[in-house]
C-alpha cells in the first residue's frame, strides 16, 4: 500500500538554538502555529481524501515537538489521536531534536498514539555540529535512538549534506554512524543558503561555499544506495518545494525534482558498472527497463543517454513490462545482463 503524511507544521517551536542554516519559515511556508482546531480541522479534511489504498500517518513536523511547551504539545496530540483511535490514521509522526528525548517524554507520546519518531541528526561530527549551532552531541544523536527503538517506536533519522564545516567523506561517514543505528526510515538534506540566516552571512562574506548541484547529485546518489542496500528506506531527498522556499532560496544544490536526479544517477552508475564488469565496451546496447523506469533510465533531458554515448556506447531504451520496476536488462551483442537496483 502507498504511504502518506498529513504534515502538520509547528514551524520553529521548541527549538532552543538557532541553527546556521535554518529558516524553518520559508522552508515550510508557514509562519503561524498551528491549533488544536487547525489540526482537527486539516485531519478531518484529509480523511475525507483517503481511499483506502493508503497507509496515512499524522505528522507533526518543522519544529522539535517534545521540546515545545508541554501544554501545547499535548493539546495537539490530544486533537490528533482521536482519528488514530477511530481510524483510518495508523498513528501519529513526530520530529525532534536528540537531545529533547527520554523515556518520560516516550511513555507520554506512546499514551497520545505516536509510533514513530524521526530524529534531526544531521551530522555525527561534533565540530560539524557545533560549527552549525546544532546544541547537540553525536553520542546524544545514538543515545536517543537506541532509547526510541528500545521502546518500540519506529526510527527516522534526518542528515544533511554540504553542511559548514563538512566535508563530502565527512557526509558518508555521517551516513555509515546512522545506518549503525538502524533506523526505519531517513531523510537526505542537502544544504541551502535560505535567506535571514547565518549560512547567508557566511556564504555572503565568502566564507561558505555551497556544493554544486553536480557534486550533491552524486553524493546523493552514494548515499541513497548505501542506505537502500541495508534496508533502510530514504523517505526524503532534498526539501520540499514552496513558494517561500523559491523566494528566500539564496544559494546551494536546489532542483525541484532533486530525488529524481538521484535515482537517476544511481541507476547510471549501477548501469555503468554492470557494462565494465561484463567488459562490455563500445557498444550498441538495448536497454529493457519497467515503463514506470523510463524516465529515471534515460535521464532528465537523456542525461544518463548522453554519457554512455560519450563513453562510447549507442544506447536505446526500451519498455518492457515484464521487467520489474528494481531492475534493468541490458542486451547487447556479447550477451544480456540483468541489473539490479
Known amino acids: 500500500m502507498r504511504h502518506a503524511n498529513v504534515a502538520i507544521f509547528v514551524p520553529h517551536n521548541g527549538c532552543p538554538h538557532q541553527c546556521s542554516f535554518c529558516n524553518q519559515r520559508s522552508i515550510t511556508g508557514q509562519r503561524e502555529q498551528p491549533t488544536p482546531d487547525d489540526v482537527r480541522r486539516v485531519v478531518q479534511k484529509a480523511r475525507e481524501c483517503l481511499n483506502g489504498e493508503e497507509q496515512a500517518e499524522i505528522a507533526f513536523f518543522g519544529g522539535s ?13 490530544e486533537a490528533a489521536v482521536p482519528f488514530v483511535r477511530e481510524g483510518p490514521f495508523m498513528g501519529i509522526r513526530i520530529s525532534t531534536r536528540p537531545d529533547a528525548i527520554d523515556r518520560q517524554i516516550l511513555a507520554l507520546l506512546r499514551t497520545y498514539g505516536v509510533t514513530s519518531i524521526e530524529l534531526g541528526a544531521q551530522s555525527m561530527d561534533d565540530c560539524v555540529l557545533a560549527c552549525n549551532g546544532r546544541g547537540h552531541t553525536a553520542v546524544q ?20 549534506t554540504g553542511l559548514y564545516g563538512d566535508t563530502p567523506a565527512g557526509a558518508k561517514q555521517t551516513a555509515h554512524r546512522l545506518a549503525a543505528l538502524e533506523p526505519d526510515t531517513m531523510r537526505i ?15 555572503r562574506a565568502g566564507d561558505y561555499l555551497p556544493m554544486p548541484l553536480e557534486d550533491a547529485v552524486d553524493l546523493c546518489a552514494e548515499l ?10 530514504v523517505i526524503r531527498l532534498g526539501l520540499h518545494s514552496t513558494p517561500e522556499l523559491e523566494r528566500d532560496r539564496v544559494a546551494g544544490p536546489w532542483h525541484p ?28 546496447i538495448k536497454i529493457k527497463v519497467n515503463p514506470k523506469w523510463r524516465s529515471k533510465v534515460v535521464g532528465q533531458k537523456r542525461a544518463n543517454v548522453m554519457e554512455l554515448l560519450k563513453r562510447g ?24 545482463v540483468t541489473v539490479c537496483f
Open 65 to 77: 515537538f517534545t521540546a515545545i511547551d508541554r501544554g501545547y504539545m499535548v493539546a495537539l496530540l
Open 141 to 160: 544523536v545514538e543515545e536517543a535512538a537506541a532509547c526510541i527503538r528500545s521502546e518500540g517506536f519506529s526510527l527516522g533519522l534526518q542528515m544533511m
Open 189 to 203: 538534506y542537502p544544504t541551502i543558503v535560505m535567506r535571514g540566516t547565518d549560512l547567508e552571512r557566511k556564504y
Open 224 to 233: 541513497l544506495e548505501g542506505f537502500e542496500r541495508q534496508g533502510i528506506r
Open 257 to 284: 525534482a532533486f530525488r529524481e536526479l538521484c535515482e537517476s544517477r544511481r541507476i547510471f552508475n549501477g548501469l555503468l558498472r554492470a557494462l565494465e564488469e561484463n567488459l562490455i565496451y563500445n557498444a550498441t
Open 313 to 336: 556506447y549507442t544506447a536505446y531504451v526500451v519498455e518492457d513490462p515484464t521487467v520489474l520496476e528494481n531492475q534493468l536488462v541490458i542486451a547487447s551483442s556479447k550477451k544480456d
